[in-house]
């Protein structure tokens, strides 16, 4: 009367969730790419660049196998699907994510100064966490709807930033610098303050 | 995670508050990296572009704040039903009540030998389950994950919710056809007698007297005799059947070993039993200890044979044995069924006994297991004398009258009996 149970089973996973999770993975590995443009011989360049590709990848790769359930009661299972477990295990729990963020992000920091390119990195950035987050809850892109305009505020503060780092310095030395830097976390602030006005009161779609 | 409800034996009830445990989600642990690598960059670097890369991770993370988040959510489970037999399906419904405007994810963990006959995640405030019980036994049907993501889905509320248990019954085996004993009880049933009666069986004619029927005169026959000729029919009895199931030794693979085979056997034969009117006992035997239940009638009696052989050790009645059974729980004249793998020669000796006491028995071995074979010439020798051993032990209970016959659990139970159905089976008398 027992049949045999199949420790790893596949489940049914619907087209819009495979979308989604390509286009994480598209995203991920768009992000290293314009990261990477052009090589940077400098530094640890080649060694973010290597944290960047396999944090991307194993990201995508927990995405594509999280249909996959672990068995619970794994007293009984063969060697080879003891490994199984265990690879799944660590596949889930580590952040590839987190890691691959700062690598993509330590990997644009050793180009010289490109403002415009690195807002489009932002912006991103910003969609490759948002289609990660989706592909792993299995949610539909429309839960997104209520933040639209606090994407929008983050857009235009992405492009303030851009051009606080176009500005051509004051005057030579560090001071300069850093007075573009207060600036920037001005703005920040400013928007921050403009926050509660933008952002829909819960039960408001 | 560790689950809420501290009580694992029930489930939450109609109305049950359950807390959440409210954490930050791991988008919102990877928005805070984007953002902090930003900010931190752009004051080690003194790029301001950076904190425009952190802005925007940022604001998500201040709206996010603002959310609704409620501490409690009431949680309603219900199960189609408590009780099923092997292979049944069995819903699981699920609703939260409270979530003020978050979604709620459900994932289910199955228990113990409890498989999921559908999806075992669902969305939703409601949601609907499938599993099916692969084991007899009491089994926890598992536990219910609840996540609850609140608009913005930057914080996860969990709880984890305690399923019911679920009696899970063996599955009958096939059996249509019974085996009758040569003498009933004058009770009226639905087995033909060897006296005559108001069945409905035509067992011969004879002459005509006074009082009889006029319905039952025999019109040809008259004809031919040249006096008046009436049918005799046979009477209609019921019999006393008491399965006797053998617990002591498990042997043979989880799911057909020999107290699987026992209980569904059992089952199939109280079920048919208890269709012809007959009037069904069990009597569960562990280790020269046993628990009883007196005969009775009805389509209940079958769950309540299932019952007492599914009984935990803790209702065993210390000190009973079948020996010292009181007359209602083995009557007289019954017809004994037994179902065992006759491994354990004290039951072996009872069987015996009993016989020798007069009861009439049939016994459905239910043996399919063998020691393992190796090719050590010790191994298949010691392999051969428990072969010889068993067929003595099979050999001298048929020199004593009971009939036994081999049942491999796949096959109907009308093929092992079907020697014995066409005639009734010759009772003792009693002593």
């Known amino acids: 009367m027992i049949r045999a149970v199949r420790p790893f089973t596949v489940g049914r996973v619907n087209a819009t969730a495979v979308a989604v999770r390509v286009a994480a993975c598209l995203l991920g590995a768009g992000c290293v790419a314009w990261a990477a443009e052009p090589p940077a011989h400098r530094g640890p360049a080649g060694f973010a660049l290597f944290l960047a590709i396999c944090g991307v990848a194993a990201g995508a790769l927990r995405l594509a196998l999280a249909g996959i359930p672990v068995p619970q009661d794994t007293f009984l299972l063969t060697a080879p699907e003891h490994i199984v477990v265990r690879f799944l295990t660590a596949l889930r729990a580590a952040p590839w994510e987190e890691g691959a963020l700062l690598a993509i992000v330590w990997l644009e920091v050793q180009h010289p100064a490109r403002p415009w390119h690195t807002a489009l990195l932002g912006g991103a950035l910003v969609a490759y966490l948002l289609a990660v987050h989706l592909a792993e809850s299995d949610a539909s892109p429309r839960v997104l709807r209520p933040q639209v305009r606090v994407l929008a505020v983050g857009v235009v503060l992405l492009a303030l930033g851009a051009g606080a780092g176009m500005l051509p310095a004051s005057g030579p030395g560090a001071g300069s610098a850093l007075l573009r830097l207060v600036a920037a976390g001005a703005l920040i602030a400013a928007a921050a303050l403009v926050l509660p006005y933008v952002s829909p009161p819960a039960g408001e779609d | ?431």
């Open chain 2, 1 to 431: 995670m560790s689950p809420v409800i501290p009580d694992g034996q029930q489930g939450p009830g109609p109305d049950a508050e359950l807390e959440l445990r409210w954490r930050s989600s791991r988008h919102a642990r990877r928005l805070l990296t984007l953002g902090l690598a930003g900010v931190l960059i752009a004051t080690a670097a003194r790029r301001p572009e950076f904190a425009g890369v952190a802005a925007p991770a940022f604001l998500l993370l201040g709206a996010g704040r603002v959310q609704r988040r409620p501490p409690r959510i009431g949680v309603r489970v219900q199960l189609s039903a408590r009780r099923a037999f092997e292979g049944e399906f069995v819903a699981i419904d699920v609703a939260a009540d409270g979530n003020d405007g978050c979604s709620v994810r459900w994932t289910l963990h199955p228990g113990d030998l409890i498989e999921s006959a559908g999806p075992t995640v669902a969305d939703g405030p409601e949601a609907r389950f499938t599993v099916t019980p692969q084991r007899w036994g009491q089994r926890q049907a598992g536990t219910v994950d609840v996540v609850l993501r609140d608009r913005w889905r930057l914080a996860e509320g969990r709880l984890t919710v305690t399923l019911p248990a679920l009696h899970c019954y063996p599955a009958p085996a096939e059996q249509q056809t019974r085996v009758v004993l040569s003498r009933l009880p004058n009770r009226l049933g639905e087995h033909p007698a060897r006296t005559s009666g108001d069945g409905i069986e035509f067992t011969g004619v004879r002459e005509y007297v006074p009082g009889d029927r006029q319905r039952s005169i025999n019109w040809p026959a008259s004809t031919r005799r040249g006096r008046l000729q009436v049918n005799i029919f046979a009477a209609e009895r019921s019999q006393d059947v008491v399965l006797l199931a053998d617990a002591t030794s498990d042997v043979g693979e989880p799911g057909s070993s020999a107290l699987d085979l026992a209980l569904r056997g059992a089952a199939a034969a109280a079920r048919a039993y208890l269709d012809a009117r007959d009037r069904v006992g069990v009597i569960t035997y562990q280790w020269g200890e046993v628990r009883w239940l007196v005969p009775g009638l009805g389509r209940r009696q079958v769950y309540r044979i299932i019952d007492s052989m599914l009984a935990s050790s803790a209702g065993w009645d210390r000190g009973a044995s079948l020996l010292r059974l009181p007359r209602a729980a083995l009557p007289p004249g019954a017809l004994v069924v037994v179902f065992s793998p006759l491994l354990d020669q004290r039951f072996v000796e009872t069987l015996r006994d009993m016989r020798e006491r007069g009861f009439t028995m049939l016994v459905i071995d239910v043996l399919n297991a063998a020691p393992p074979g190796r090719r050590a010439t010790v191994d298949r020798m010691a392999r051969r004398i428990w072969r010889m051993e068993q067929e003595a032990i099979r050999f001298s209970l048929r020199e004593l009258g009971i009939p036994v016959v081999h049942w491999d659990g796949v096959q109907s139970l009308d093929l092992p009996l079907a020697g014995y159905n066409r005639r009734p089976l010759l009772s003792r008398p009693r002593r």
